[in-house]
Structure formats: C-alpha cells, structure tokens
C-alpha cells in the first residue's frame, strides 16, 4: 500500500497531536515539519521526524508532498489552505475552518473547483459517545429531538495569552471562548441535531482585564430547522472545572454526551456508556485526532469522501458569525 508523503504547517502545541498520529500511521510518513519559527519546526522535528524548514513554497513543490496538515492560528488558515489546494495537495485543517463565512466559501470552491479533499478537524465527532449518539439519533431509537442544551465551563488567561499574541483578538482568533473553546460543542450540536436556522445571543467580557479583547462568556438560544430550540451557556472563566457536555431530549428519553461517555435515560432506566479517555497534560484534546487522520488518509488513498467536509464545518462557522453580530437580537443564519 502507498504510504502518503505529508507536511505538518505550523509546529505549535496542537501540532504535536498531529505528529503523534502521523508517526503511529502506516498510511503516511512525514516529509517536512513547516513553521515561520525555525527553531519550533526544529524541535518538531526531533520529536517526530521530518525535514524543518521555513518555506513553504519549497514544500509546495516537492511531488512527494500528498497531503498538507495546517496547523496554524486561525486567521492564516484561507490563505494557506487555497495555496496549498492550489498547488495539488489534499489538505487537513485545524479548527475551525475559517473566522469568516467569506473566506469558508473561498475555500470550499477552490477545493472544490481542483478536486482536492479538504477535510476539517473536528475529532469529538469520532469519540465514542458522539458516534453512539449519532446512530441512536438517526434511527430515532427515543423518538424525534424536542430540545438540547450546550454547556461548556472551562478556564483561560495569563499566559495562555501571552505566549501565543495571535490569541484574545477579534482580528487574528476571531473570537475567544466560543471559537476557541467551545467550537467542538457547537459542532457537535448541529452535527448531531440538525441545521440552525436562527438564534439571539448575548456575549460578554466579564473579567474586565486587558489580556484579551475578545468574550469570554457567551448565552445562545437556537432555533433549529427542524422546529425546535437549544440554549447554551459556554465561559472560560470557569476556574477548577473542564466541563463540556451537550445534553439532547428526545420524545421517549434523553441523552448527555461527553468526552467521557454517553448517559441515557429512558423509561425510568438511567444507563451509562463509558468512552475511553486521555490522560494527562491537554487530556482535554481526547483521542480522536488520531482516529480522524487515520480516517482523512484513507479518504485520500481510497478516493473517498472524508469524515468532516467543508460543507459540515462552515456551519460552525456561521453560527459564531452570527452569535457575534447579534448582541440579544434574533439573527437568520446566512451563508
């Protein structure tokens, strides 16, 4: 079997992830570790293997690249996934696809018009509970959904900020605990429970410092096409917790989904389906990268569509879009 040449774009914390699984891969090797940092693509690199370097349109060139991992701060990520499109090669991004609609737009036609895979790193849709609810909530196994809650309680400040600048500014993160934090819940909300159609919000900053610009608690009402509603509370002012769970009611039952497993309660039953868990600093990433890459490899060996397109995942997008603009009014989502 072909083992695909790939490049990981942009050393940083979560890039290690990405590392891990190319290593641990039989589908792919790494050729070249990329970060406008050298010495961070150097370190990188003794780490997990791969050329460093710091030129990009070198790596663009070589014809043993198949596949391009970016992983960079988010505001570089349109530019650097047409470009890297462009040149031929199929392309894994980090979350979320884009700050804005436009540019999500911008990169689905070009991956659409170069018959390139762009596949978007949304690895809590493959942990066990999210699956397991997915089927169950397909077949309609508790009924139709009626409503849902979000919740995501978690904590970031000081240096979280201070060593990545990019970070806590409206211009470069496009947000802060919704896009940062909470994007995977918000994924998973409409992954799991359909479309929004509308939704009011009100964000605030609520620890009035100067570290950053951007919220850092947010409460949503969503409307759904399917005609019922959601709400959402998601902070990360949250000292000592790391909670992120979804909860859905169905007719017949109900189900809570976190990183941890899957509740459900029905007919007076309460039963608890546990998932497999990380351990350790960033316990919080989970241990679906792996299984998501793995997954994007075959998509490109086998020429089949990958797990998270850019159709499913500019919907997250839009749905922060208009959580910002909304400041307590109802908003129609728009693509």
């Known amino acids: 079997m072909k083992r695909l040449g790939v490049a990981v774009v942009g050393c940083g914390a979560v890039a290690r992830n990405h590392g891990k699984a190319i290593k641990a891969s039989n ?3 790494l050729l070249y570790c990329v970060d406008i940092d050298l010495p961070k693509a150097e370190a990188f690199s003794l780490l997990f293997g791969g050329q460093p370097t710091d030129n990009l349109d070198h790596v663009l060139q070589d014809p043993r690249v198949d596949c391009i991992h970016i992983v960079t701060p988010h505001f570089t990520h349109p530019e650097l996934v047409i470009k890297a499109l ?4 199929d392309v894994l991004c980090e979350k979320p696809l884009s700050i804005h609609v436009s540019d999500a737009n911008r990169m689905l036609a070009v991956s659409q018009a170069t018959n390139r895979k762009l596949c978007i790193c949304f690895q809590n849709r493959l942990n066990e509970a999210s699956l397991m609810a997915k089927d169950l909530l397909e077949r309609e196994a508790y009924g139709k959904i009626i409503s849902a809650a979000a919740l995501v309680m978690w904590h970031r400040e000081g240096d979280y900020y201070a060593k990545s600048p ?10 802060g605990c919704i896009i940062n934090q909470s994007i995977h819940t918000l994924d998973l909300l409409q992954y799991l429970c ?4 509308s939704l009011s919000a009100v964000d605030a900053h609520l620890r009035q410092n100067t570290e950053y610009e951007v919220e850092d608690s947010i409460m949503v009402n969503f409307n759904f096409e399917a005609g019922f509603h959601a709400v959402g509370y998601f902070t990360n002012c949250a000292k000592e917790f790391k909670t992120a769970s979804l909860e859905i009611v169905c007719e017949k039952g109900r ?3 976190e990183q941890k497993g899957l509740e459900i309660v029905s007919d007076g039953r309460q039963e608890f389906f546990p998932s497999e868990v990380a351990t350790g600093e960033k316990s919080e990433w989970g241990l679906s990268h792996g299984r998501l890459i793995e997954s994007f490899y075959s998509s490109v060996l086998e020429d089949k569509p990958v797990c998270v397109d850019a159709v499913s995942a500019r919907e997250s997008v839009k749905i922060i879009s208009a959580i910002k603009l909304s400041k307590g009014k109802l908003l ?4």
Request: proline share 0%.
């Open 86 to 89: 462009e040149s031929g090669k």
């Open 27 to 29: 589908r792919a090797h």
């Open 332 to 335: 129609q989502l728009r693509d």
């Open 194 to 197: 359909g479309k929004v159609s």
């Open 255 to 257: 189900m809570k989904v």
């Open 166 to 175: 990019w970070r806590g500014r409206y211009e470069t993160e496009g947000g």
